[in-house]
Nanobody, 121 residues
Framework: QVQLVESGGGLAQAGGALKLTCTTS???????????VFWSHQAPGKQRVLVAA???????HYEDSAKGRFTISRDNLAKTLTLQMNALKPEDTGLYYC????????????WGQGTQVTVAS
């Protein structure tokens, strides 16, 4: 059984920083290495949107509002991913989810339960 668990959320001031971590279990190293990994954000009352991703070639991609502020990274040996969030803004408030997606030979996608981030104005 595959499980993803996010941690590191909490309260921060505007302009501050938080580091989110996603730990995984039940997924093989080969599958994890071949997967794209993601962080997504859901603000209160809003749709869930992609914030950042790292593909199997270790190329990072960012949503426009995250560029220059957030950094996504992955550790294939530990099968974890992180999101370093700097220069936080009140609109960054909401739930943050990690996910993995493997598409070769059929789609496999897994999601965590989310961690709450609150940024004071």
């Amino acid at each position: 059984q595959v499980q993803l668990v996010e941690s590191g959320g909490g309260l921060a001031q505007a302009g501050g920083a938080l580091k989110l971590t996603c730990t995984t279990s039940g997924i093989s190293g080969i599958i994890f290495d071949l997967s794209t990994v993601f962080w997504s954000h859901q603000a209160p009352g809003k749709q869930r949107v992609l914030v950042a991703a790292v593909d199997s070639g270790h190329v990072a991609h960012y949503e426009d509002s995250a560029k220059g502020r957030f950094t996504i990274s992955r550790d294939n040996l530990a099968k974890t991913l992180t999101l370093q969030m700097n220069a936080l803004k009140p609109e960054d408030t909401g739930l943050y989810y990690c996910s993995t997606k493997y598409t070769a030979g059929g789609l496999k996608e897994y999601w965590g339960q989310g961690t709450q981030v609150t940024v004071a104005s």
